[in-house]
Every structure is written in C-alpha cells, then in structure tokens.
C-alpha cells in the first residue's frame, strides 16, 4: 500500500553550511564525531573504546544523512522517548458536584400564520371596439410654377447718345460742351501748381550694421583644457563626431567625442606646445586645425563642418 506523502517544510528558511547541510545538522555531525573521539583517546581498554567510539560516529552521520519516511532520525528518536515516558492509561474519579439541569423550553408554534383576505374585485365583460383606420388620399405631384422673366429695359438711339456724352464728359471734363473759358484757365492753373509741387525726398537706404561677434565662453576654468563646440553648416550641434588630438610628430595624444549639443571637452590638461586637432564625422568634412597652448584657459573653440549629404 503506497503512504501518504509527509507534507514538506517549504516556507522556512534554514541557513546552508556546506551544499545540503544545515547548521543544526552540521552540529549534529559534529557531535558524534567528538564523542567518538574522546572514546577512541581515552585510555578504556580497546573492547571498551572501539564499539562506542564507531558507535557515536555512526550515529552522528545517520542524524545527518538517513531520514526515515522523510523525516530525520532525531525526531524519530525524540518521538520515541516522548512515547515511552508518557502515561500510557488514565483514571477517571467520580466527582461530588451535582449536575445542573435546565427547564425545557416551550417549543414556539410553527404553524403558518394564515394569509390576509384579499379585497373582492369587480370583473367587467370586455367587448372589443371596432376601429376604423384613416383613409389617405393620394398626394398630387406639384408641379412648379414657371417663373416670368422681367422685361429689359429698351432705350433709344437719342437716349443712348445721350449717356455716351455724360460718360465722356466725367471720363475727360474739357469735351463738355457749355464749359466756360473761366472755367477751363482755372483748371490749367491747378494743373500748373500740381506739377510745381516739390518732388519727395528720396529715402536712403542704411546698410545694416555688421553683427558684434558674440563672445565664447569656455566649458572649464582649467588651464590647457581644450574644449569647444562643434555644428553643421546650417548652425545644427553634430553629435558623435571624434576628435583627434596629435603632437607635432604626428603621434595621437587624445581623442575626444562630442555630446547631443556637439560639445567636446578633454578631462585633463595638456602640456604646453603646439597641436593639431582632426575631426571626423560620417557624411561630414572638417579642417584640420592647429592650437598653441601657453598655460592660459581656452576659451570654447567654434567648429563648422560641411555636410555632405543632404
């Protein structure tokens, strides 16, 4: 008949001394080995010494390592001894109280409390109405109502010539015919003083000043720092682009990267002499730059790059 699995201990955390082995096993262990020893080194005769010394070591590794039905052998054993000092019958002795009774209740009626009448209520016959339904009559196509075009107007020849004279006397004053020489000298010198008139001043026009360069500041207050700031031809920072520094030999001291915002900035100060600075971008062409460094804080160096690729 196969048993009933033991439920495991899987909430508990026990502390691992060495792989599998908890510290109280480790203890354990450790207990039967020390006992054993200090019976293999007493001076007891050897029949004496020998069994209890492998005893004690046998026992300290069956605590460790043999369960019995998963459990280990120290609980069986603690079990064990519960179980042979424990009482293994019990008396029972009549006591002198007197037993308390109490009155029965009267049991409550369960029957059905009856139901309320209910009121009497008249019925009517029904007698079903005839309903006529509504007659419709057939709507008539409307038919729209043709629309009367205003008569034009009909002018004749005199009528006719008489609005082109009026159109050209407003078009040009002088073909009008009742007009006085009073009249006529009187518009030639308001023409004459129209022409006498001063010409406008003419305007000047004032070439915009050239704009003041703006000042760099420089990203460190430390001597020899070469730093600056990198953008395309249309005023953009350039991001990535890796900046070589060489001695005069040609030899690569340093190599810088700029930022999101094209700024570059070395971490710590160059010696005094002259360098070179090359540039390098994909889709980009820089030119080579040349520095002179005498101890003084840079300011932050402008660079432009021309792209090649649109």
Known sequence: MEQHAVPQDITG?????????????????????????????????????????????????????????????????????????????????????????????????????????????????????????????????????????????VFSVEELEKVRQQKLQEANPLLAPNITVDTLAKMRSTQAAAMEKPAAPAVQVVPKPPAAPQPTISLTQVPNVINGMITGDRGEPVEGVIVVIKDQAGNSLRALKTNKIGQFIASTPMENGKYFMEFERQYYQFDALEINLDGKVLPSMNITGKRLVN
């Open 13 to 153: 955390f026990k502390f691992k001394l060495v792989g599998d082995m908890t510290l109280k096993q480790f203890g354990e262990l450790a207990f039967g080995a020390i006992i054993g020893y200090l019976f293999y080194a007493s001076s007891w005769p050897g029949i004496f010494k020998w069994p209890l010394a492998i005893i004690f070591w046998l026992l300290g590794i069956a605590l460790v390592f043999l369960p019995i039905e998963e459990r280990p052998l120290d609980l069986w054993i603690i079990n064990f001894l519960r179980a042979i000092y424990r009482p293994t019958y019990f008396l029972w002795k009549k006591g002198d109280s007197a037993l308390v009774y109490t009155t029965a209740a009267k049991p409550k009626d369960l029957t059905p409390a009856a139901a309320p009448a209910e009121p009497a209520v008249t019925v009517w016959p029904y007698e079903p109405m005839e309903m006529e339904e509504p007659k419709t009559e057939p709507e008539s196509p409307k038919v729209p109502e043709p629309t009367k075009a205003e008569p034009k107007p």
